[in-house]
């Protein structure tokens, strides 16, 4: 405490203005990260959503006639799908 007493008034305005600002800075940056991170997890809930619906629309044929063949083929291109 000493020696922020000895300081000048300048000195004292310049290291206030400077802390100001680099909490600026972090709640910013904070600010972007938490914005980032919440638009790329919607990002993926959407795209898993999208997936999920064809699917069900590829899938839904063959669930209901009982047809093997094409079952194996939609479980097939959903498997290319998953590997992307």
Same mark, same amino acid.
């Given at each position: 405490?000493?020696?922020? #007493?000895?300081? &000048?008034? @300048? ?13 600026? !800075? !972090? +709640?910013?940056?904070?600010? +972007?990260?938490?914005? $980032?991170? &919440?638009? +790329? ?6 795209? !898993?959503?999208?997936?999920? $619906?064809?699917? =069900?629309?590829? &899938?839904?044929?063959?669930? #209901?006639? &009982? $047809?093997? =063949?094409? =079952?194996?083929?939609?479980? =097939?291109?959903? @498997? ?5």
């Amino acid at each position: 405490m000493d020696q922020m #007493s000895r300081l &000048s008034i @300048k000195r004292k305005l310049t290291a206030m203005s400077m802390i100001a600002t680099v909490v600026a !800075l !972090l +709640f910013v940056c904070t600010a +972007f990260l938490v914005y $980032d991170y &919440s638009k +790329f997890r919607n990002d993926r809930v959407e795209g !898993l959503r999208a997936l999920g $619906d064809m699917v =069900a629309t590829g &899938s839904t044929a063959p669930i #209901s006639f &009982s $047809d093997e =063949a094409a =079952a194996t083929e939609a479980l =097939a291109v959903l @498997k290319n799908v998953l590997k992307w």
